[in-house]
């Protein structure tokens, strides 16, 4: 992509209610522009972005023998009368009439719709266990929608459901996908740590919040410091290795201001390792067994013939808010940096192009075109600005790597830049292989 042509509504001016970086950032770097309360369009940049860390979720859901559907946004109120949740739910659903004054609603969540898919398909034991999931958008009417993508009311999440023969079963399930979020987060760049939580109007016993650490994050936190000593590297997908991580997190203290008790707290983490901040939550599964089952009739036969209500688990990636939350913790002064794996480009190239340099531009476009054919997605700086305006746009779009095209380069070696580090003069396939690895 030429920087030129790319639609790229940089900005000066923020809203009052732009507190946090990430809200201001996203803002500044056109990443997002807001169309109603908690309600965002996501411009060319943000959109980028946000798919990359979809298929990073995507990727890691696969892996785990998670298979991707996709429900609609809009579901029936029908459902939601029969599992007893239409009532529950309140006010942060937003519930529609058609035409015909139906009731509809917009899913803030599909436990149901997914149950009356699995009842009417699966009737036999021998087709357990399975786990499905989409990344869709969801609709929840909050009271106080803010921190732009961090707290909407229209955002994008992935969630994922399980469906087990018992209890000992879905607890493997559990396990899978708790494993697979500690993978998914570290490739984005990220810590989360596991917490055991309240399950809300979801239900049942078993949860657990996925928090990263940040000053800006809306959940309290109290934990035992060792918790993020404890590396996922150490465990494998085999069955044993995923009880013995649960168990290894679970001896350690980690819970959200919810759960938190100081006596606890004090009893059972020594003064030196209590941990006590803020942060905020990327993650959350649940267990809550037949809840949904058993009010939606979802039963499979078993061995012996009979009736047996399906164990079922939800778990949920709020994919819109990890653009905000990775901001929130990576940036560094008015320097956006994104991980590689969810940069909206791998590289960029900047030529200096004072004097109407057309040398140096005609150098950029080879090098973008050598690139482009290695699958580099790379973005070229072709606007007429001095390089101090170009760093400053280049901060905030925050690519993590740079090619200068100027003074310090010759027909076939450039200067190659990984932000926050010395540059160094390399060829083509040098920079390739950077890149590559
Ligand atoms: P919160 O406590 O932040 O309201 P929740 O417990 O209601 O979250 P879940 O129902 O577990 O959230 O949803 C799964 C994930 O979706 C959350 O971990 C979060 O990352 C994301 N999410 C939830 N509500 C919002 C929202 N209003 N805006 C953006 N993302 C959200
Ligand atoms: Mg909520």
Redesign the pocket.
Known sequence: MFLSKLFLPITKNLPSDAKIKSHQLMLRAGMIKQSSAGIYSWLPLGLKVMKKIEQVVREEQNKIGAQELLMPTIQSADLWKESGRYNDYGEEMLRIKDRQGREMLYGP?NEELITDIFRSSIKSYKALPQMLYHIQWKF?D?IR?RFG?????E?F?K?AYSFDLNDTNAEISYNKMFFSYLKTFKRLGLQAIPMSADT?P?GGDLSH??IILAETG?SKIYADKNIFNINIENYDFEKESLKKMRTDYSSLYAVTDEKFEKKNFDKEVPKKNQVMTKGI????IFYFGDKYSDPLNCFVDNQDGKKNSIKMGSY???V??LVGAIIEAKYENEIMKWPKSVSPYDVVIIPSLSKNNIENLTKSIKIYQYLKKQNIDVLLDDVDESMSQKFKKHDLIGVPYQIIVGSNSTDTKFEFKEVNSASSILSLDEIKLKLKN
Do not use: K, L, Q
């Open positions: 969540t929840r909050e929608p993508v961090m707290r909407c009311r955002f999440m969630d809300g979801i919040e996925f809306e939550e990327v993650g959350h949920g990636i709020g819109s808010r």
